[in-house]
């Protein structure tokens, strides 16, 4: 199975800043099925990128899905105070589905 | 408007049966399959396996294969995940989630069905 490791575990930053986080896998993840999402405490996980980088509905164009094969980054250009959350990569292509430990992103 | 709703939290003993359910509206059930995914502090989010209701097509991950059951009742547009025999290493919240296809990865969740198993 492919496994996803994302950095850094933590991101400390505050609103206005730049997130930027990475997901690695252990292989090539087919056509790039790649996707990220945002849980917090509380709640299920809500899908923000697909496809690597095309935002799901609904999703503000402050984040930003990137990378092909096995390096992916989710960019987050300027923190709203809703943003401080886990993100969690999940790449689709390869059985079985696999996560990512996620990364906590908290206000410094 | 989608939903995804769940059963409620559950308390059990080890060794106990236990059938969580997961009640689809607001899209074509059948035409979407329906995935469980664990979550644990110690591991994360781990998916379990998915099920298609329009034929009930039912894959499972290796890790899960043999220790639970996925199933659907399309009459009721509902999806369950039941265990024969619980383990204390069962605790843990179990969403349920849709899949338009293999080309898309899940986008609604259900809220989740915390699980507990203690003696």
């Known amino acids: 199975e492919i496994v996803l490791t994302q950095s850094p575990d933590t991101l400390s930053l505050s609103p206005g800043e730049r997130a930027t986080l990475s997901c690695r896998a252990s292989q090539s993840v087919y056509s790039s099925f790649l996707a990220w999402y945002q849980q917090k405490p509380g709640q299920a996980p809500r899908l923000l990128i697909l496809?690597?980088?095309s935002r799901a509905t609904g999703i503000p164009d402050r984040f930003i899905g990137s990378g092909f094969g096995t390096d992916f980054t989710l960019t987050i250009s300027r923190l709203e105070p809703e943003d401080f959350a886990v993100y969690y990569c999940q790449q689709y292509g390869n059985s079985p589905v696999t996560f990512g430990q996620g990364t906590k992103v908290e206000m410094k | 408007e989608v939903q995804l709703v769940q059963s409620g939290a559950e308390v059990k003993k080890p060794g106990e049966t236990l059938k969580i359910s997961c009640e689809a509206s607001g899209y074509g059930f059948i035409n979407y399959w329906i995935a469980w995914v664990r979550q644990t502090p110690e591991k994360g989010l781990e998916w379990m396996g998915i099920i298609y209701p329009g034929d009930s097509d039912t894959r499972y991950s290796p890790s899960f294969d043999g220790q639970v059951t996925i199933s659907v009742d399309t009459s009721t547009n509902t999806a369950y995940l039941q265990w024969s025999s619980l383990k204390a290493s069962d605790t843990a919240m179990y969403y349920c989630a849709r899949q338009i296809s293999g080309w898309f990865p899940v986008d609604y969740w259900g809220q989740g069905t915390l699980v507990t198993v203690s003696s």
């Open positions: 496809g690597a980088s």
